[in-house]
């Protein structure tokens, strides 16, 4: 079936560092790909997604790319805040009409970054 | 905005006890889903419905029933809570392809 790995947290960064979280997949079709954050204390929400090949999301300066050939979807951030401190958490969307949007999550990444 | 409500923040039951949690959105999104969080298992899938009145089994339903009598509410029952169902619980609902919106989640102890 479908998976989604992450690399293994946690991430410890300090304030204004570059961040990259590594994110790959397994489908048998032709996934969409999202990431999701969860502040401390809340529910997931949606952070960006990219449905086909060679797609760039991009939010709150977050960006992933779509790459079928690697089958990777890493999320990227030029300069980490303290509020940015999170977990990360990638998803795919199953492909098919009976996938019902159906979502398979990684484990999540905890990043935490210091002033 | 989309939004769901999930009917507790945080709740505490004894062992046996049937236990019932509450979701609800407002966008008429035909699908919902149930997750439990555990640290270091990620999310895992409960159950799911596309529709009303209909449910799918996820990835760890033994334990668990759902009910979904009306499009906007998506209910989920321990039949008889155990000590291993202490978890975070996260309901979704979703268009397809669109990705999930989330509600804040119910930490649930069962003592």
């Known amino acids: 079936g479908d998976s989604v790995t992450q690399m293994e947290g946690p991430v410890t960064l300090s304030e204004e560092a570059f961040l990259t979280i590594n994110c790959t997949y397994t489908?048998?079709?032709?996934?969409?790909l999202f990431w999701y954050v969860q502040y401390p204390g809340e529910g997931l929400q949606l952070l960006l997604k990219a449905t086909k090949a060679d797609d760039k999301g991009s939010n709150k300066g977050f960006e992933a790319t779509y790459r079928k050939e690697t089958t990777s979807f890493h999320l990227e951030k030029g300069s980490v805040q303290v509020s940015d401190s999170a977990v990360y958490f990638c998803a795919l969307s199953e492909a098919g009409g009976t996938s019902y949007g159906k979502l398979t999550f990684g484990q999540g990444t905890i990043l935490t970054v210091h002033p | 905005d989309v939004k769901v409500t999930q009917s507790s923040r945080y709740l505490v039951k004894r062992t046996g006890e049937k236990v019932f949690l509450e979701c609800v959105q407002d966008?008429?999104?035909?699908?919902m889903f149930w997750y439990r969080q555990d640290p270091g298992l990620g999310l895992r899938l409960i159950y799911f419905?596309?529709?009303?009145?209909?449910?799918e089994k996820g990835d760890i339903p033994e334990g668990y029933s759902v009910s979904r009598e009306k499009k906007e509410r998506f209910s989920l029952i321990l039949e008889s809570a155990s000590t291993n169902q202490t978890s975070m619980y996260l309901c979704?609902?979703?268009?397809?392809?669109?990705?999930?919106?989330f509600g804040s989640g119910t930490r649930l102890t069962v003592v």
């Open positions: 419905s596309y529709d009303v009145k209909m449910k």
């Open positions: 979704a609902s979703s268009l397809v392809y669109y990705g999930y919106t």
């Open positions: 966008m008429d999104h035909e699908n």
């Open positions: 489908a048998t079709g032709y996934p969409s």
